[in-house]
């Protein structure tokens, strides 16, 4: 069975577009990518998501990436975690939004398969200054 997935990328201001163009490079513009970049034209963006959702299937697979957890980007769209096949994750960074764009089209992403993504992306994040002090004292 093959899926139809739509990536959802949502921040303020211009982060999603900047994180849509970095995929692009990495994967190309064949993904299925929609962003939302909110206030920066004054437009509530209520009714761009309502429309968003309303203009995919309800058999296809949504993966909304936001930028902050409890902003107000991201609690737009928790009103629609209760829609079937979606899935809302905060906090994105590039290794996640690559992940995801790279899981197969032949089922949707299950839950445990988020949860590994997500811990995987968490990973991602180090404090370099910490882990240069580590190697330099491991050198000599």
């Known amino acids: 069975m093959k899926i139809n997935r739509h990536i959802i ?9 900047g994180m849509k163009d970095t995929l692009e490079f990495f994967a190309g513009d064949k993904l299925k990518i929609t962003v939302l970049t909110a206030y ?7 009714e ?16 909304v990436l936001t930028d902050i957890l409890g902003g ?6 928790f009103l629609y975690i209760n829609r079937p096949h979606t899935i809302l994750l905060t906090g994105m960074n590039l290794s996640l939004a690559l992940a995801i764009t790279m899981e197969p089209l032949d089922s949707y992403i299950s839950p445990e398969k ?6 995987d992306a968490q990973k991602q994040i180090k404090y370099e200054n910490e ?7 491991e050198d000599e």
């Open 48 to 63: 761009t998501i309502k429309s968003m959702f309303e203009n995919i299937d309800s058999d296809d697979e949504i993966v």
């Open 131 to 137: 882990i240069s002090t580590l190697v330099s004292e």
């Open 72 to 77: 107000s980007v991201n609690q737009k769209f």
């Open 40 to 46: 920066v034209d004054n437009v509530p963006i209520d």
């Open 114 to 119: 988020i949860k590994e993504l997500v811990l």
């Open 9 to 17: 990328i949502a921040s303020h201001s211009n982060l999603a577009q």
